[in-house]
């Protein structure tokens, strides 16, 4: 990354203080300005960037002057607002090289998607956006290298999981500060529960008590998360990468089956307000604007000739899990060859990705743990069925596939559990002889879970019961990886509380993966 961003400029600046500040060489006029909204600053939300590709990024924000607005408008009227954005190679703007017009309309939340293009590769640009009189925050990005660029070492944080009335977001205050060159985000972004018996001593609205079904609720919870300041910083640090898990719409969702088994039909209703509430929140691109309940969030992006990132979706396209899923002893149906977890389609598509990206790092940012979680010392075996352990013939066809095709470094980057691991991929977690084939880096969460702790009677049993399992940690946080082309470093980032704000940051632990030796390894 070159050079460090000025956090006065993402945090603090807002509204004709900003604009004082800001304008610079080449700043709008007064005229390119829209009528003022009323009801206060529209971008109260923040701002961020997302996807980032060697021309060019989406850069979101979304318009609401009154975040908490119970009917989850935002404060926004019921017409289309012309925002204005540029881009610029300072983070004062003298040096714009991007300008452009967007309209966030009320059908799409007064959300904004402006897709950059015209960009150098591997740089860093510095982006805002004029609405109603107001200018926004500066955000800060990154593009990605050109795909052929030889690259000396990239790095990236990920993390998962951000239950706004466990905690604060303090991971996301640290993370912000970091030198990094993009975030991914492995879903749970939101919860869909009530957040009105909260551990942040806020008093919320009945509005925020019933669970989350409907568009309007989906928007109102959306406005409640990305009000933590220290998410937006994060946001407005680097690009981000983000997909979902369940909670984005339903605890355990699988296909067209709700948690509750719900009749298909009305839970696809819910899950196509969940996904248009995702992507109006989020800096996704327009291949992932939602069709009805169908959105498409796989994808491949390349950072030069040392990593292929590619993020898969194990939530849409899955059978139900089996034997009632929860975690089970004995469950053989999980064996059956014909389940999936990614759908026939999805599984084809990596495959075939893992034949043609040759880079040195082959990332996969997956969801629920990929790696088998026995939950019983014993000889007898307790799983859970939700994640991959629900999905053993599709998992060994993946890390089979792999290996195949010839892929040099397999490294799978999770969320979902609320706790560390690092542990090694086996070719067939049946045959206790069976040779490690990839590594695999599980990030705790940001707050859900509590304050958490170093080690759990849980984590002792797992690590007797797993010998593929090198290290287990309960804390908050997120995993900061570093790669160059001869070695992968994940540190695990942890705080000692959420359950007040300020907690300070300390790298727990560092585990490692050598260039064409699968497996990891303490640092």
């Not at 010392?377 to 307790?382: E, L, S, T, Y």
Request: include cysteine; hydrophobic fraction near 35%.
């Amino acid at each position: 990354m070159s050079g460090k961003l000025n956090r006065r400029t993402v945090l603090g600046l807002g509204g004709a203080s900003a604009a004082a500040v800001l304008l610079g060489t080449g700043a709008w006029s007064s005229a390119a300005a829209d009528t003022r909204l009323r009801g206060g600053y529209p971008f109260s939300l923040g701002v961020a960037s997302g996807d980032p590709m060697p021309d060019g990024v989406v850069l979101w924000t979304r318009l609401a002057p009154q975040p908490l607005a119970a009917d989850g408008s935002g404060g926004m009227p019921d017409k289309p607002v012309k925002v204005l954005y540029e881009v610029s190679t300072d983070e004062r703007f003298r040096d714009v090289v991007r300008r452009g017009e967007a309209t966030a309309t009320p059908e799409l939340g007064h959300s904004v998607h402006a897709e950059v293009a015209g960009l150098q590769p591997g740089r860093e640009y510095f982006y805002r956006f004029r609405a109603g009189g107001e200018l926004s925050p500066a955000g800060r990005t990154r593009t990605a290298p050109a795909n052929s660029a030889a690259l000396a070492s990239l790095s990236f944080a990920f993390a998962s999981c951000q239950h706004w009335r466990e905690g604060f977001f303090t991971a996301y205050q640290h993370m912000a500060a970091e030198d990094l060159d993009f975030v991914v985000h492995l879903g749970d972004y939101i919860y869909e529960y009530d957040q009105t018996d909260n551990k942040r001593g806020v008093t919320l609205g009945a509005e925020f008590k019933p669970e989350t079904e409907r568009l309007e609720r989906y928007r109102l919870q959306y406005s409640l998360f990305k009000s933590d300041p220290h998410l937006q910083a994060a946001h407005a640090a680097f690009p981000w990468i983000v997909t979902m898990d369940d909670h984005e719409v339903d605890n355990n969702w699988a296909g067209a089956i709700s948690q509750d088994n719900t009749d298909p039909a009305v839970f696809l209703q819910r899950r196509a307000a969940a996904f248009q509430a995702m992507y109006e929140n989020l800096p996704l691109r327009r291949t992932a604007m939602p069709s009805g309940p169908d959105v498409r969030l796989h994808r491949r992006l390349k950072f030069g000739d040392l990593a292929d990132l590619t993020m898969i979706d194990t939530r849409q396209y899955r059978d139900d899990q089996p034997c009632g899923d929860g975690s089970k002893y004995d469950c053989t149906d999980r064996l059956d060859p014909s389940r999936t977890i990614l759908g026939e389609q999805q599984r084809e598509w990596l495959l075939d990705g893992f034949s043609r990206n040759r880079s040195r790092w082959q990332i996969l940012g997956n969801q629920a743990p990929m790696g088998e979680t026995d939950l019983d010392a014993g000889p007898a075996k307790k799983l859970f069925m939700d994640p991959w352990d629900g999905y053993v013939a599709e998992r060994d066809a993946v890390l089979a596939g792999a290996a195949h095709r010839g892929v040099r470094n397999l490294v799978v980057i999770t969320g979902d559990r609320h706790q560390n691991y690092a542990w090694d991929l086996k070719r067939d977690f049946e045959d206790p002889d069976s040779p490690t084939v990839a590594s695999e880096f599980v990030g705790t969460s940001i707050t859900s879970g509590g304050d958490g702790a170093d080690i759990t009677d849980e984590g002792r049993t797992m690590l007797a019961a797993n010998p593929h399992m090198k290290f287990f940690n309960a804390q908050r946080g997120y995993v900061r990886c570093t790669l160059t082309p001869e070695l992968w470093r994940s540190d695990y980032r942890v705080v000692p509380f959420i359950s007040r704000p300020d907690a300070p940051i300390s790298t727990r632990a560092s585990y490692v993966v050598e260039d064409t030796r699968p497996g990891v390894q303490s640092a």
